[in-house]
């Protein structure tokens, strides 16, 4: 058999997995989709002594309006986000990135809270948590804690989870007035992880000038990169060409950190963060404009 | 001690009941404890696409899932498609006419694939074929006569 033994357990309500991952702490692992964990598994380069498989705890799998928020818990499939009319309508960055993420076979078992728990930096979902401002919230036996998407991000397939915590919902907030988004992202096959993506979102006030932008990139450093400078440039101005080129270099040259590997080289992923600024900062910005401006 | 788990599920159909250790991989489940080894394994890593089954109907890798999980669920595997050996599904039969396999390892998984995805695009265009496609790995083919053959079931299946 390929994983190594482990012993099973499957709760059906949250109360009860938090019970069991107090009990086992460091030596279990939760399963979501297992579309990473299970390949890590049959590898063996993971080998949990205990297994809380989540697939049961119905009552982490929803998208639901509440007030300006959209929430969605952890074991929301990817599928679903893909196809869910409440979120096209509540984030149509979000909306758009799914088709990227993997193929529709793994789709229709990864989880949301899956993929961010996982925290590759290739992956897509963190990368857009970030561009729309996300929070999440974790539970342990004790309480629930709040965090920015910032602050849970923190390098390398790590997360500022606790080992006794699980993470169990994300919060959407609207995007302001006059906002426009793009993910772009350039991967050898579709549903391959990409060599270099980015999401943008870019809000204009009623002139037409950038009230506020956001860049964000995947497979460009230890973990989903917010180029935080680059989007200054363009905070007060009216969008054009030069100030485009501008944020474009500097995110190439400095702002990001590309590895390289089989597929590309770090110089060609810095090539194509700079193509993908670009058209997705046009695109951004044209779908703002079409939100109510002259 | 070895830890045991009863499996309560219906594969193509029939219901079967068997214990089985929680690390048995559903892939390994249908073909060596219920011999239906029509679902192949290619990579068990999920990039292959060779064991692609339907778990309540949808496609899903069956190398990623453990055999335990599938309790008190439905599993359809390619045996489940044809009525009778001279009675193919309309798919399998277009994949026969058009060439769409070589070897054939890859073929079950991407018949288990194109089943949902005819089901919901029942007249898909080439771009979206090849997407749809995109988790399926053939070594033979070059996809040219796979996508054919699903545009010819299309045809059929309408
Ligand atoms: C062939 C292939 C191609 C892929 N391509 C892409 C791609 O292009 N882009 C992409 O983004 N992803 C890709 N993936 C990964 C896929 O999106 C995964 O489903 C996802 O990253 C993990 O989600 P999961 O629900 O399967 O999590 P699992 O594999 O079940 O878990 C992943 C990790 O998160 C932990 N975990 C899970 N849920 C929680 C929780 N609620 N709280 C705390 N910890 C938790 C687990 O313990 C584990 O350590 C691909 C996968 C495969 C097999
Ligand atoms: S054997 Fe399951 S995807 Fe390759
Ligand atoms: S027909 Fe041989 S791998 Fe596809």
Redesign the pocket.
């Known amino acids: 058999m390929k994983p190594a033994p482990f012993e099973y357990h499957v709760p059906d309500s949250l109360e009860q997995a938090l019970a069991l991952l107090k009990e086992h702490g460091g030596d279990a692992?939760?399963?979501?989709?297992?579309?990473?964990?299970?390949?890590a598994m049959n590898f063996r380069v993971v080998q949990p002594g205990v297994l809380i498989d989540?697939n049961r705890v119905s009552e982490l799998a929803y998208v639901r309006q509440d007030g300006e928020n959209l929430r969605i818990g952890?074991m929301t499939r990817?599928r679903t986000l893909e196809i869910d009319p409440l979120v096209a309508k509540q984030s149509p960055l979000l909306e758009e990135a799914m088709p990227?993420?993997?193929?529709p076979q793994?789709r229709n078992?990864?989880?949301l809270?899956?993929?961010l728990?996982?925290a590759?930096p290739?992956?897509?979902?963190p990368v857009i948590m970030l561009a729309l401002g996300a929070r999440l919230k974790a539970r342990n036996v004790s309480g629930e804690r709040w965090m920015e998407a910032h602050d849970f991000f923190s390098g390398m397939f790590t997360t500022a989870?606790a080992p006794d915590e699980?993470?169990?919902e994300i919060e959407l907030p609207p995007d302001l007035p006059h906002t426009g988004w793009s993910f772009m992202e350039v991967a050898p096959r579709a549903?391959?992880?990409?060599l270099m993506g980015v999401a943008a979102q870019v809000t204009l006030d009623e002139n037409g000038r950038c009230r506020q932008a956001r860049l964000v990139y995947l497979n460009a450093g230890d973990g989903p990169v917010d180029a935080k400078e680059a989007a200054k440039i363009l905070g007060g101005e009216m969008p054009n060409d030069d100030v485009i080129e501008a944020m474009a270099e500097l995110v190439s040259r400095k702002e990001i950190n590309p590895f390289g590997n089989i597929h590309a080289s770090s110089d060609f992923q810095r090539h194509l963060a700079g193509v993908l600024t670009r058209k997705a900062l046009k695109q951004a910005i044209e779908r703002a404009g079409e939100d109510g401006l002259q | 001690m070895k830890q045991l788990c009863a499996v309560n599920v219906t594969v193509n159909g029939v219901s079967y009941q068997r214990e089985v250790e929680p690390r048995l991989l559903l892939s390994d489940f249908l073909r060596h404890e219920l011999n239906l080894t029509g679902t192949h394994v290619g990579c068990e890593?999920?990039?292959c696409g060779a064991c692609t089954i339907l778990f309540d109907g949808q496609s899903v890798r069956s190398c990623?899932i453990f055999a335990v999980q599938a309790d008190g669920h439905s599993v359809t595997t390619v045996e489940g498609l044809a009525k009778s050996v001279d009675q193919l599904h309309p798919l399998q039969q277009a994949f026969w006419e058009a060439h769409g396999l070589q070897c054939g390892y890859c073929t079950p998984g991407i018949l288990m694939t194109m089943i949902p995805f005819l089901e919901e695009n029942p007249n898909p265009t080439e771009m979206e074929i090849r997407q749809a496609l995109s988790g399926n790995l053939c070594r033979c083919t070059g996809y040219q006569h796979i996508v054919d053959a699903v545009k010819l079931a299309a045809e059929k299946m309408r």
Request: no cysteine; aromatic share 2%.
């Open positions: 692992k939760l399963l979501a989709g297992g579309q990473s964990l299970v390949p989540l952890a990817e990227h993420v993997a193929h793994i078992r990864g989880t809270g899956g993929s728990a996982n590759d290739a992956a897509e979902l989870l699980i993470l169990v549903g391959d992880y990409a | 890593h999920g990039v990623l």
